[in-house]
């Protein structure tokens, strides 16, 4: 099997490639989607058979759930056993966009969705395509990332066709991913609400709106969640290692050129074999495999850093060497996302 790689440039494109889409979802297939964070390898969610599909075609391990993507709140609602008053706010201030709450499960959820848990995370994206395929299904999506489980997370549809493109029929090409990192996860079954995973979300922004919320324990990963058990995460995106690339990735900090050479061959790596992105004490040295200079902006840097992630691996790097990040709340998510890739 070889995917169907479909554009939704023009009118006529959007509208034949949303009925093939949904014909395929309402089978109980697999569609690899475009979101604004990353592309979702797509199914229904209320459907345990096509879900359990997800995980097989990703080799995602069963402890590990997946978001629920929901066109509205009203679908919100369905999904949850009890649709909170923070959780109307946080929907009325960040939805539609990359936000995903943590809230009771409701009895349509499958076992699977959760990992066996009493919650289920629910995300209402922006991508327009995404919405029309849901709202025209009327049943929400299940789609976590459209890639082999612990890879690099796709925000384009080639990388989703070199990572699953011989495993199902059918992915949307809906161009860039323009946030480029996933949603932030909070959990609202504990008062405070904690952020199980960051994302371009900020803790300020939600705290704008709710008032208060857990601080994060700094230097430590977040855990399952308030009350669950170390076999039942509340979120994907927690497991130690994640995002990761082929290649070997560090995060360094260098004062010059020679002091990042030293610490590559420290390494006993060759300078010829490692990739560097680098977003302020940039290297010019013709040695090294490739330099790519990374925006020093958040938001451009989540846009850029998963497809730069995929160009070093296509390219054979060996290294790839991260320039460390500021140390600031909004690039705590890139953060967290290359420290699991280094894991």
Known sequence: MSAQVLSIDTPAAFKAALTQCVELLRAGELVGLPTETVYG??????HPEAVARIFAVKGR??????????????????????WTPPAEKLAAAFWPGPLTLILPRSGIIPDLITAGGQTVGVRWPSHPFIQAVIRRC?????????NLSSQISPTTAEHVR??????????IDGGPSHVGIESTVLDLTCKPARVLRPG???DESLVAVLGELQPAERGRRPDAGEGATPEIVRSPGLLLKHYSPQARLVIWQWQDEEDLKSQISNLKSQIHDAHILAHTRIPFHREFGRVSVMPHDPQAFARAIYAELHRSDEAGAKLIVVEALPDAGEWQAITDRLRRAAA
Do not use: Q
Not at 41 to 46: G, Q, R, T, V
Not at 138 to 143: I, N, Q
């Open 41 to 46: 390898l797509a199914a229904n969610a209320l």
């Open 61 to 82: 391990p069963a402890h590990n759930p997946v978001i629920v993507h929901v066109a509205g709140v009203e679908m919100a609602r369905r999904c949850v056993a009890e």
């Open 138 to 146: 009327d049943f929400p999506l299940a789609a976590p990332s459209a």
């Open 162 to 171: 070199k990572s699953l493109g011989d495993k199902i029929r059918l992915i």
């Open 200 to 202: 371009m979300i900020h």
